[in-house]
């Protein structure tokens, strides 16, 4: 039996990461008109608050995967932040209703402006890079990078992504064309 899962294979690590960036901005700047150019806002996540326990659940437990990779990882129980990538630590219900655990390891970068992110490294049961579900993950998570630089209503620029032991560290910016009250 399979976890229900959003549509997008990045679209929540991506929401959650805008999201946190214009509201630093909305704080900052509500009562005027956004046009052109924001600021660059520093964005700072440990590795603990993604596993810390909330109200809602820790943050990690809103990670899904679907699309291509909807049955990698049923469901990601924690996240670990390496040099260079970020270790998705799941679950896997296997065919003979077993449950197996399983690794993905997603690097994370930034060039061009583009939020960079690649599969590199997976450790399920019946899978391998070479599986098609993770050429296809990578090619789609590239496609929606470029789109999310190409809006012409809110441009996301990655100036920077750096995944450190226990840390990912941001500088986006946000380029908004909208009038606010």
Do not use: W
Request: with cysteine.
């Amino acid at each position: 039996m399979y976890t229900q899962t959003h549509n997008r294979p990045i679209s929540l690590v991506i929401a959650v990461l805008v999201f946190v960036t214009i509201t630093s901005l909305a704080c900052s700047l509500s009562g005027i008109g956004i046009h052109g150019t924001t600021p660059i806002v520093d964005v700072t996540i440990t590795e603990d608050e993604l596993n810390k326990p909330s109200e809602h659940g820790s943050l990690h437990t809103e990670f899904h995967l679907d699309g291509p990779c909807r049955h990698l990882l049923d469901r990601v129980t924690s996240v670990e932040l390496h040099d260079g990538f970020v270790r998705f630590i799941g679950i896997k219900h296997l065919e003979d209703g077993s449950i197996a655990d399983g690794t993905l390891d997603l690097r994370l970068g930034a060039e061009n402006d583009i939020l960079q992110m690649e599969i590199i490294a997976v450790d399920v049961p019946n899978f391998d890079l070479s599986a098609p579900c993770i050429t296809e993950f990578n090619q789609e998570a590239e496609q929606e990078m470029r789109e999310l630089v190409s809006d012409p209503e809110a441009q996301v620029l990655f100036k920077e992504v750096k995944v450190e032991e226990g840390v990912l560290r941001m500088k986006v910016q946000v380029n908004l064309d909208v009038e606010t009250k």
